[in-house]
Each structure stands twice: as C-alpha cells, then as structure tokens.
C-alpha cells in the first residue's frame, strides 16, 4: 500500500474543495474585483485644501458657477484659478492655502488638481446630454457637498451606466433642480402641480404637504415623456 | 464479436504471436522505463526547440498585436482560423476510433484507440491556442465565458464563434475523461511497475486506488460505456460548429448547407490520417508489430478512403449547387476557386484529397506500410489546403472589386503553424514516455485466451500470418 488509509476519507474533502473554490473564484471576481468595491471612495490627496462642503454646502454656490460647461459641453470644466480669485482676491487672503491659490493666480500657472473620476478612453459620456435630460448631479457625484476632499460615490461600471439607460425614470428631476443635492425635499415623494414643469413654488408646496404625492417614478415618467427621453443601450453610443 | 460469433466467422487475430498477458504488459511499458532511446531524446529537444519558437511568435504577437499576421481587409482570417480548423479537425479522429467504434465493437480499434485519444487531446490544445490569439487582446478572453461582470454584458449567444467556445471545450473535456477513465486500469499497471518513490506516489494518485477487483471492473466498464454514450454526438457536433462559423455567415463559398456533413467528413480523414502516420511512425521505433498489425493499417486506410470520397463528393456538389442555384455571385465564388489567383492551392487539396486516396481501392497498397504513411501525409497536407482554399479564397474577392486583394502570410503566421507542432509533438512524446501508448487491460481483453469459448474460437490463421 502506498498510501495510508486515511486518504480515503481526504479524497472527497479535496474534490469538494476544488469544486467550491471554482465558485468561489468566480464570487471573488466579481464581488471584491468590480469598479463597485476596487473604484468606490477612491479619494486622492489635492493640491489645495480646497472644500465642496464649505463652498458648494454651507456657502451654497451653485456647481455651474464652477463648472460652468457641464450643461453646455461633455466635458465638466474644472475651473480655473481666475473662478477662485473672484472671492479671494478679497476672502482670506491670509490663509497660507489662499497664498497658494494667489500664486498660481500670479505665475499664471494652474493649480494641479488631482483627477478622481475617469472613464476609460473607450467610454465616451457627455455631461450637457446627462444635464439637460434631468439628471442631477448628486445622482452620478453623490453628497459632494458633504465631501471635504471629493471622492468617487459610485463604481462608474459599464453596468452601472446600463442600469440608469434601462430604468432612467427614477433619477430624473426638473430643471430648476439639477444641481440640488437632496432632492427630492420629502423623501422619496412629492407633488406634480402642473403638465409641464415643476416651479420651486411647486416643491415648497409639497413640503407644506398641501399638495397629492406622486412617487419619483411617476414624476421621472411625465418628465421622459415631455422631453422623449429613451436613453440608448446601444454599443455604439458609448463607444464610438 | 468474438464470443457469438465464434463458429460462423473467422476473423484474423489482432494480437499476433500470442504473448502472454505478463509478455503484453511488459512490453507495452518498456518505452516508459529505463533510460529514454537516443531518438526520443533528439525529438524530445527537436520539439521543444520548435515550442520555443512558438513561445517567442506568440510575445512577438501579443506585444505587437495581431497586425503582425498577414491578416488584413479583405482576407482578414488568414493562417490562424485555417490551423484551427486543421488542427480541430485532426482532433476528431480519437472520438471516433474511441467511442464510436467502442459501440460498434469494432475490437480492432483497442491497439490504436489510447495512441489516437492522446493525439485527439493534444490537437484539440494546439486548435485552441489560435481563437485565444486571434481575439488579439488574451487576457481579456474570460469575456467569452458568460460570468457576472461589471459590464452587465452576456457573450453574443446568436454567434457561431460562441458555439465554437462551447463546442471545443466540451469536447475537451470529454475527451479528457474518456482518455482519463480508459486509463485507470493501466496506471494501476504502472504504479504497481514503477520503482522509485515519486513515479510511485503520481501514478499511484491518478490511479485512483484501482485494485482491478470485479467490483471495480464492472463500474468502469459501466462508466466507459456512458461516456463512449456521450462522446458520440460529439463527434458530429463539434466540426458542425466549426462550419457554421462559416455557413451561419452570408458569404458565397460559406453560406452553404452542405457545411457540417462536409466538413465532419473531412475532419475524419484528416484525423484518421494522423492516426495512420503516427502509428507507423510508432509501430517502426517501438517495435509493435505484433499490436499494430497490417490489418489495422489496412482498416485505417479503407475509412480514409471512404471518407476521401466524402470530401470529393463534397467539392463536386458544392460546383454543381454553385451552378444549380443561378447565383452569380455564388457561380463566381467557385470558379474563382478553381481557376482564380488561388487555383495552385485548390489544385493541391484535390489532388492530395480526392485523387491520392483512390490509390487504396487496391489492396496491396492499402498493406504496404510505404504507401501508406507517404499517402497519409499527402492527405493532411490535402486537408490543411482544403481549409486554406475555403478560408481565403472565399474573402479575398468580394462583392466590390475595389476590395479584393492577394493574401500573403507573414514570418509571424508560418512559425506559428510550425510552433504548434512543436506543442503537439512536445506532449506526445511526454504521453509517449510516461503513459502506456497501448491499452494494456484491452488488449489483454481481445487475446485468445481471454475469451471464455477459447477452445471453440477460431482465428483465420492465414490472414494472421498476412498481418505480421
């Protein structure tokens, strides 16, 4: 006998063995590998300790006074050093982080901000598409204006972009609203005044409760229909 | 047939000079000990130097990409799809020789059937290596596996190139049991031959604890048959798979219905023919003439011929629907064929395909062993054209004649095709060195003297003395 006998009880622990670390493999894949669990929070160091939470939260600015092409253009401008020095060539100026904005300001040279959310070069997105169909900000971004230091909120995966193409009624929202970051104002409800648009005096209403409540799919499904929004699935839309 | 048949027909014996089973047992070992023959040894480096060259043509191609292949518009499958094709269809011949003819009890197939599965295996991993190339970006081929991922994306199930995916790896992996399964019994044989510890303890694992108990002999035999039962339709699917890649496709030369059985056909022969070269080849070195005897080589070589009349037949229907259907641009698909830029190459695989095997209708050919293996290699050289024919001439000229273009193939693809062989042949000969070629326990299953009416059975002695 070349093997002692208790092989035999091994052998059948090992074959399960391989057999469940094939399910196993395929779980790990896809779970701790995907952009949802590898991409989620990434949040590099900036150059200036500059804050979403102060300005676009507590100061209140609205995120086109910035990025001031993400409703006209694909591409969301990062802005330029000029944007800040409109308030701080006055604001804080003896801020050792302002001297470091103002230097930029002066050498003309910008300030290096660390990208955080990138798509591959074979992905194309288009932000003034997203923006004009009623898509918010907060939507794809997140609580930016919760965030000190900005980090990514959602995995930015293939998958993820589908989800939205094939069900976009829940993530759309009037106009007026595309740069709100809690919306809607009542969790989850609130009301439909009129055919064609929802005016702020609209919402307020709402939060007075005076007003029926309507789902933010049946509000999302008035507004896909006014505008005939059909988000594409196809290959080609995304990678031209 | 051996045991109701006994008295009404004599049949020559497939094992001639009747050795004792300890004799059979011996003998088909001894390549697996001792010191390795000086030939195997300058095969064995010969291989490995040509896997070599292979290893560096494939980091040339992935760090390149595939635009170091002479693909291109229009011809853009070249070299990689015909070796598929080729490489594939030699695979076929195993299943065939294992399952099919197991069912049919046809006993002769017992002394080639272990040789003919090995090579099915290693065919099957030579074809595969050229689809996971061609995609030209390897380590994302797992996209073809339909698992859960980030792109919420299934592979296309409507593409015939997934089929292809399903097709070949289930055969792989049935051909794999059933080459794994027939050989229980013999690693048992080699792990209780076997000297040293470690050949010991591996051939002692794969051995699966068999102690050749009647137990044991009934659930293998049992387990043989389902998967012979299983293997079967496998023969017919896989190369019909391979030929919708190009039927399911709209375009003259492919888009015919005539594909799968054509192409099944072909895959046989060309099979079969392998078979045959590396069983002479074998039979010469190791000195199995008693195994492998004159009546297999001329069995093997009357299914050549039958199956070459399939694929002559084939060419000549394929000219006569490409007349029949009153499609010019099908009519001109067939004439470019056989009188185009690429007639040499069609020439050559009708030659070497349809006239070649007509040589076996005479039985002294059939028998003699010069013949044969010159024919067989003829015939694989044949069937590599006839993928070559199929492939290129059917895309280099297409409907605008502004595309059409002469395929030439680069460095890159010949030392490829050359590289592949030295894949095959580096694990043949490992299969050569270290696993019986022969199956010991079949063969010793169609002696004389395992036959329970041994007295009342009676062997041609006159064909038997032809054979050796």
Redesign the interface.
């Known amino acids: 006998m070349?093997?002692p006998k208790w092989v035999?009880k091994v052998t059948p622990v090992l074959v399960m063995g391989a057999a469940f670390s094939m399910i196993a493999l395929?779980f790990v894949?896809?779970y701790w590998f995907?952009?949802?669990n590898l991409n989620v929070g990434y949040q590099p160091e900036q150059p200036i300790n500059y804050s979403h939470k102060l300005h676009a939260g507590a100061l209140g600015i609205d995120c086109r006074y910035c990025h001031f092409t993400v409703d006209k253009a694909a591409h969301a401008a990062v802005p330029p050093t000029q944007v800040c020095m409109n308030c701080h060539e006055i604001v804080q100026t003896n801020s050792d982080e302002i001297k470091l904005v103002e230097a930029s300001y002066s050498n003309n040279e910008p300030i290096q901000w660390v990208k955080v959310h990138t798509l591959p070069e074979h992905a194309y997105f288009n932000h003034s598409r997203h923006i004009s169909a009623g898509v918010g900000c907060s939507e794809c971004h997140g609580r930016i204006d919760q965030m000190e230091v900005v980090f990514q909120a959602e995995?930015l995966?293939?998958?993820?972009c589908?989800?939205c193409h094939r069900n976009p009624n829940a993530n759309l929202r009037p106009q007026e609203f595309i740069t709100e970051m809690q919306w809607p104002v009542a969790e989850s409800s609130f009301s439909v005044l009129s055919e064609q648009a929802f005016s702020v005096a609209d919402v307020k209403a709402l939060s007075a409760g005076k007003k029926r409540l309507f789902s933010r799919e049946e509000v999302g499904g008035k507004i896909a229909a006014n505008l005939n929004i059909n988000p594409s699935q196809n290959c080609s839309a995304c990678h031209r | 047939m051996s045991q109701d048949t006994s008295d009404s027909v004599a049949l020559p014996r497939l094992v001639s000079g009747n050795p004792s089973f300890s004799d059979i047992a011996r003998d088909v070992t001894a390549p697996t000990s001792g010191t390795p023959p000086s030939w195997w040894v300058i095969a064995f480096v010969a291989a490995m130097s040509l896997l070599m060259l292979y290893g560096v043509s494939v980091v040339w191609l992935v760090w390149e990409g595939v635009g170091v292949w002479g693909v291109s518009h229009p011809v853009a499958w070249g070299y990689g799809i015909i070796n598929l094709v080729w490489w594939v269809g030699i695979g076929h011949a195993g299943t065939l020789i294992s399952a099919v003819l197991f069912l049919c009890r046809q006993r002769w197939r017992t002394s080639i059937n272990r040789f003919a599965e090995a090579m099915t295996l290693f065919a099957v991993v030579c074809a595969l290596q050229f689809p996971a190339l061609h995609t030209g970006r390897p380590w994302v081929d797992y996209f073809m596996i339909p698992v859960p991922n980030q792109m919420l994306l299934w592979p296309n199930f409507r593409s015939p190139l997934l089929w292809d995916l399903f097709a070949f790896n289930t055969y792989l992996l049935v051909s794999l049991l059933f080459w794994y399964v027939g050989l229980v019994p013999d690693l048992a044989v080699m792990r209780d031959r076997a000297k040293k510890g470690i050949s010991k303890i591996l051939y002692g694992v794969f051995a699966l604890g068999w102690r050749g108990s009647a137990r044991h002999w009934i659930n293998y035999e049992r387990a043989y048959l389902i998967l012979a039962g299983i293997a079967t339709p496998l023969v017919l699917s896989v190369h019909s798979v391979v030929s919708f890649d190009f039927a399911v496709s709209q375009l003259p030369g492919w888009h015919t219905t005539i594909f799968p059985p054509y192409f099944v056909a072909g895959a046989i022969f060309s099979g079969f023919a392998l078979v045959v070269t590396l069983l002479i080849i074998a039979r010469e070195v190791y000195g199995f003439k008693q195994f492998v005897t004159l009546y297999h080589i001329d069995t093997m070589n009357k299914f050549l011929l039958a199956t070459g009349c399939m694929v002559g037949y084939a060419y000549s229907i394929e000219f006569f629907m490409a007349w029949y259907s009153g499609n010019e641009f099908e009519r001109f698909a067939f004439v470019n064929r056989a009188f185009g830029p690429y007639a040499w190459a069609y020439w050559i695989m009708f030659c070497c395909n349809v006239f070649v095997p007509q040589l076996f209708w005479i039985k002294k050919l059939r028998r003699n062993i010069a013949v044969a293996f010159v024919i067989s290699i003829l015939i694989n050289i044949g069937m590599w054209f006839e993928r070559f024919v199929i492939i290129v001439t059917s895309l280099h000229r297409d409907f605008l004649p502004a595309n059409w273009g002469y395929y030439i193939p680069t460095w890159v693809d010949i030392t490829m095709y050359l590289g592949t062989f030295g894949l095959f042949f580096t694990m043949f000969l490992t299969f050569l060195r270290f696993l019986p070629m022969i199956a010991i326990s079949e063969i010793m299953g169609i002696m004389d003297k395992a036959n329970p009416h041994h007295a009342s059975y009676k062997t041609d002695e006159n064909a038997t003395k032809q054979n050796v």
């Open positions: 070349i093997f035999d395929v894949f896809w995907s952009p949802k995995p995966s293939m998958g993820w589908l989800e």
